[in-house]
């Protein structure tokens, strides 16, 4: 049985969708449970004020009934709240009426480090807002619902996931020295899963790996621009005596260089992923760029934006990271009902001897 996510949705657009298939019936999900994890996601030191017009919620549209799933696809709703500021600008069909609110005029001046330049070259577009609506981090607000609902099934094999910033030296000073100057900073995380057993993964093809796969879904995150299981870049100055993770008798491990996955499988030691996030592109004293009209020299778009993200980033790549182990146990363990997945997940434990 395949786990598989589809989402859609702009910035500024009317609203934010996912459709969840390949879920098992009978998983219990609890709006409360999502609803605080999009809370998570617009907290942070550094934000922007418009985590204050948004307060995000989800609303279900399909395969939900009475708070169980329905082995049939989820579909997951976070309204922009932001979007009534935008009706003409973001009118998906073309607007009536004079133009009103925000949007109305084209953007011409790419923003460096943003997807404002290649999104124009790439589908012909004379507004950048057409590129960066969708490009902009917004809809990770969606990612991070499916991820509560990746959490819930995770949930019912014994698995928890955690993301947090990794502690940098001064973070909050940087982030108010970044406000002061008009500029931006990035950071570091990690995420950390408990409960996963060994066995989840494959080195039979490199798309199986899940090293491969966590890392592809982290750096799939916008700002996200290195990621490392366990020790990562490290291992490479240490010694193989150093490295590696001697096995005991009850064949589990005192250390945890190798971030809970060799070969590619899961080893039943914790996973830890890590992920460096750049400073974000929107400068509030803007870097040069070319206005994409005119063909002169300007300064790139200022719009309203965060001055550093990263324990947003915390809050994403936990989804991420939870979505795409939600994905691996439901390859290995299946059932069409949560009894089912569960049930396979107990036999393969009692096989193993992994208790
Ligand atoms: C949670 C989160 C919030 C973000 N907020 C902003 C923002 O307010 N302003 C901004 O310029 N970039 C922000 N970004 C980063 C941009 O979306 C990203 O840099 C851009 O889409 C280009 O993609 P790339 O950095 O992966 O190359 C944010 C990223 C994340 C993960």
Redesign the pocket.
């Known amino acids: 049985m395949t786990l598989r996510l589809a989402t859609a949705g702009e910035s500024h657009g009317p609203a934010l969708v996912a459709i969840l298939t390949g879920l098992p019936a009978g998983l219990v999900l609890e709006r409360k449970a999502i609803d605080a994890d999009l809370r998570r996601?617009q907290a942070g030191y550094g934000r922007?004020p418009r985590q204050q017009i948004e307060t995000d919620e989800v609303d279900v549209l399909a395969g939900l009934r009475h708070g169980r799933t329905l082995g049939t696809p989820l579909a997951l709703v976070v309204w922009n709240r932001d979007h009534k500021n935008w009706t003409w600008g973001m009118s998906p069909w073309p607007p009536e009426g004079e133009p009103e609110g925000k949007g109305t005029k084209p953007v011409t001046l790419p923003?460096p480090?943003?997807?404002d330049l290649a999104g124009v070259l790439k589908y012909g577009l004379s507004d950048v807002r057409d590129a960066l609506e969708r490009?902009?981090?917004r809809h990770?607000a969606v990612h991070v619902a499916a991820g509560s609902v990746a959490k819930a099934l995770l949930g019912t094999i014994g698995v928890s996931v955690k993301g947090s910033t990794v502690e940098e030296e001064n973070l909050r000073a940087r982030i108010d020295e970044a406000r002061k100057e008009r500029d931006?900073v990035g950071g570091v995380i990690e995420v950390r899963v408990h409960g996963v057993p060994p066995g989840l993964g494959s080195y039979a093809a490199k798309e199986d790996r899940l090293d491969a796969r966590l890392a592809a879904a982290v750096m799939g995150?916008?700002?996200?621009?290195g990621v490392e299981i366990g020790e990562g870049f490290a291992l490479a100055d240490k010694f193989g005596s150093e490295a590696h993770d001697e096995i005991r008798t009850d064949r589990r491990r005192d250390t945890n260089h190798a971030g809970g996955i060799e070969a590619g499988v899961s080893n039943g030691e914790e996973i830890v992923v890590r992920a460096a996030?750049?400073p974000?592109?929107?400068l509030m004293k803007p870097l040069a760029s070319v206005d994409l009209e005119s063909g002169k020299a300007g300064e790139a778009l200022v719009e309203r934006?965060?001055v550093a993200?990263v324990e947003?980033?915390a809050v994403?790549a936990e989804a991420a990271v939870a979505w795409e182990l939600a994905c691996a146990a439901r390859d290995k363990f299946g059932g069409d009902a949560v009894g089912d997945f569960a049930a396979a997940w107990r036999a393969y434990l009692e096989r193993i001897g992994w208790h």
């Open positions: 996601r922007s923003r480090g943003h997807a490009a902009s981090a990770t931006t995150i916008q700002a996200v621009k996030m750049k974000l592109p929107t934006s965060d993200a947003a980033l994403v």
